[in-house]
């Protein structure tokens, strides 16, 4: 990931006296061309690094710079140490060498004093961690997989991906990648993997391809009132789609499948109508009334 590996070069430079574009990109991996783009993007962040040619050149930070008391304070690193260590559980061996690089930088990270105030819980269940690390080494070798998944609709299919990226959002690990099945690029919700396998074959990236999200081939657009009781979560779970009229909140929103929609707007009780569409309308009740015929005979009323 471009964030860690240009983290890893100012730690590389804050350390060494001068290291080659050639040391550079052999440490991370990556072509000389990138380690020339890395240091650029790091220049433009407002680190001088110093470029020398010849059999003695390479890039070093300018005399007089000091990093760790002209950008960061204790309290910044903490926040990019904790981050690192929520990646730990899924990310093993890439996210520890950055925290030890840091820990080397600022030693107060491991008194535990400052680091201790911030929690990033990024990790992952036992079954996910046993594909999250896998997928990361797959990414980063550009080796195709073959999973097998389960849409939110239950359908489960056997897909060949090239996976690009790994990324976490709102409480889960995503894929994304091109599905060969499909001819475009998918996100794929790790949890939903059942069966992983990395094949020996390596891809080109694809340079130009359409995103759609495997969790967002069936989009569906609602209008929502909400009771003014349920006003905090409902500004939590719809952030900048909340409008204010006095006697309830109103939402549009999309939902990326009509099940996860069913399911928010039951979560919600007596709190929330539906006021569009028809069909969803519809659904919901035909929903309630399958939840109303489990408890018939059983002496409820």
Known sequence: MKLDRMLGITVELMTKRRVTATELAARFEVSIRTIYRDVELINQAGIP????????????????????????????????????????????????SLMHKLTSVQPALLNGGHHDKIIFDMST???????????????????????????????????????????????????EGYCLLRKAKRIFRVSRITQFEVSDDQFLPRKAYNLLAEEEVQGTQVHLHFDLKAQPRVLEQFQGECIHRGDHIEVHTDFY?????????????????????????????????????????????
């Open 49 to 96: 690094i110093a470029s020398y040619t010849g059999t003695v050149g390479g890039f070093e930070l300018m005399n007089g710079f000091f990093i760790t008391k002209q950008h960061f304070s204790i309290d910044d690193f903490s926040v990019i140490y904790n981050l690192l260590k929520g990646m730990e559980g899924a990310m093993g061996g890439k996210s520890t």
């Open 257 to 301: 499948s009509r099940e996860y929609a069913i399911s928010i707007i039951l979560s919600f009780g007596s709190k929330v109508k539906i006021i569009a569409p028809d069909d969803l309308m519809k659904d919901f009740i035909r929903q309630l009334k399958q939840i109303q015929n489990q408890y018939e005979g059983e002496g409820i009323t």
């Open 125 to 175: 269940s036992a079954n996910e961690k046993a594909i999250v690390h896998p997928l990361f080494q797959a990414i980063h070798q550009t080796r195709k997989i073959t999973i097998s998944y389960t849409s939110t609709s239950g359908t489960l299919t056997e897909r060949q991906v090239e996976p690009i990226i790994l990324y976490w959002e709102r409480g889960a690990w995503y894929l």
